[in-house]
């Protein structure tokens, strides 16, 4: 089988598309970035490691999404002074517009002494952000919201690590809110495969999830241990519109895996983790994603290649 069959995403042969190089003051990495479209502009929101370890998120913008960068001087999320929740930086963003608010919602990881956290804020440009906050206790990570209520609720995705709720500490849950300030215990929804499959150690949920009229495409990134470490890498499954936690279907095979040394070598080897995608008129979507935790990568693929993929899959038992 050819890696063209294996993989639904084809790399972008500038890759990587932004490094620490790009960035306007000296950084050690810059990785996992939400992606967006304002005023016919490609927005990436990176994860920036600085020199002192610590993360912040800061904006680039690009006329075609792929070339020709431009850099934001200062970072749009940042810790504040003060505020021991976030004074060991913020990390892997999410970003969704969302009709009903007028604006888009963020989702990232708050790190503190007491663990990492969801937390959330909007913004109508990523030139300003208005904090929410955290809306999800330590220890949590890897939130997306759906783009619109299901059932009157808002729902976010997240992972839970505390166990709380019955949820394992390595699995895909959600929760309900009606104001987004408070949520609805973890409730869950995906848990990784058990024994020697790619997605065995834990998974997460990569970008928001799309809307398609057999269900919310849900692009996952899954882990599995070995000898020589974790790999990270990327599949697919379909979750019912109505019901959410419902799993309507779950490929088998992951569909981008790490094989370049892009992805392979850097601060966290053979580590593939998509957190933004942007779909175009026609169905391609562009899939944005940190390589070994060092740089931010593009790939392309087809919506109807990856429904038909996941569509194919047997339905959960």
């Not at 790999?231 to 019912?240: F, M, N, P, S, T």
Request: hydrophobic share 40%; proline share 7%.
């Amino acid at each position: 089988m050819s890696v063209g069959a294996r993989e639904l995403f084809r790399r972008h042969s500038d890759n990587p598309i932004l490094t620490a190089v790009d960035w306007p003051d000296p950084v050690n990495v810059v990785f996992n970035p939400a992606a967006a479209i304002v005023d016919g502009e490609t927005v990436l929101l990176a994860r920036v490691e600085a020199l002192t370890g610590i993360s912040h998120l800061s904006v680039a913008r690009s006329a075609n999404g792929i070339d020709d960068w431009t850099v934001a001087s200062e970072p749009l999320l940042e810790p504040q002074e003060g505020i021991e929740s976030e004074q060991w930086g913020f990390e892997d963003a999410r970003a969704v517009w969302v009709a009903e608010l007028e604006c888009f919602v963020i989702t990232c990881t708050a790190y503190g002494p007491a663990g990492p956290a969801v937390y959330l804020a909007t913004t109508k440009d990523f030139v300003s952000v208005e904090r929410k906050g955290i809306v999800v206790s330590p220890e949590d990570k890897n939130a997306a919201l759906l783009p619109e209520r299901v059932d009157g609720k808002w729902i976010l995705f997240h992972r839970p690590t505390t166990g709380f709720g019955g949820v394992s500490q390595a699995g895909i849950a959600l929760s309900r809110s009606d104001d987004l300030e408070h949520w609805t215990a973890p409730e869950p929804v995906m848990q990784p495969r058990s024994g020697a499959w790619w997605d065995s150690l834990r998974i997460g949920i990569g970008p928001p999830l799309m809307k398609t009229e057999h269900g919310w495409l849900l692009i996952y990134h899954g882990v599995k241990e070995t000898v020589a470490g974790a790999i990270y890498r990327v599949g697919l499954a379909l979750l019912d519109l109505e019901e959410p936690t419902r799993v309507l279907r779950r490929a088998d095979d992951w569909i981008l895996g790490p094989l370049e040394a892009y992805e392979r070598q850097g601060d966290v080897a053979n580590a593939l983790f998509p957190c933004g995608v942007i779909q175009e008129n026609g169905g391609e979507l562009r899939l944005y994603y940190g390589a070994a935790d060092t740089s931010i990568c593009l790939a392309t693929g087809r919506l109807d290649e990856l429904l038909e993929r996941v569509l194919a899959a047997p339905q959960p038992e």
